[in-house]
């Protein structure tokens, strides 16, 4: 009779565990943060203004990474002096990942435009082929 009870609850006790509700809500988040990224990279400012733009966004991002890893040990000292820590502290890890995915996604942004301006040449005349330059 255990073992029946046992057989029967596994399945159910397995499907629970391996939602795929909870990875697709995670994916479309994760989706959506890099769409919001690269709107804001389409919005940054074009020329000399752009390198003190990248510097005080590198700036902001580790401040707000900061803050959220200290509001993730505040919650978590708090979660820890409540009755259902293991539910508190869930969900204090939810909105940590949540903040880190955002500010991740921007980081990873902010590199790739660093990376496309690195691979442009400062010197039109350097693009063009050496049997096309003026001495």
């Known amino acids: 009779m255990r073992r029946l009870l046992i057989l029967l609850a596994a399945p159910a006790l397995l499907a629970a565990c391996s939602s795929a509700s909870l990875h697709e809500s995670h994916r479309a988040a994760q989706t959506a943060h890099a769409q919001a990224a690269q709107d804001w990279?389409?919005?940054a400012p074009k020329g000399a203004a752009l390198e003190?733009?990248?510097a005080a966004e590198r700036s902001r991002i580790a401040a707000e990474q900061n803050a959220a890893r200290q509001r993730f040990e505040q919650a978590e000292k708090t979660c820890w002096k409540r009755f259902a820590v293991n539910d508190c502290v869930s969900r204090a890890?939810?909105?940590r990942r949540q903040t880190q995915d955002r500010l991740r996604q921007q980081e990873l942004a902010l590199n790739a435009l660093e990376r496309r301006l690195a691979a442009q040449p400062d010197d039109p005349a350097a693009s063009q082929p050496?049997?096309?330059?003026q001495p």
Do not use: E
């Open 41 to 43: 990279i389409a919005a």
């Open 52 to 54: 003190p733009w990248m």
């Open 93 to 95: 890890r939810q909105q």
């Open 130 to 133: 050496p049997a096309s330059r």
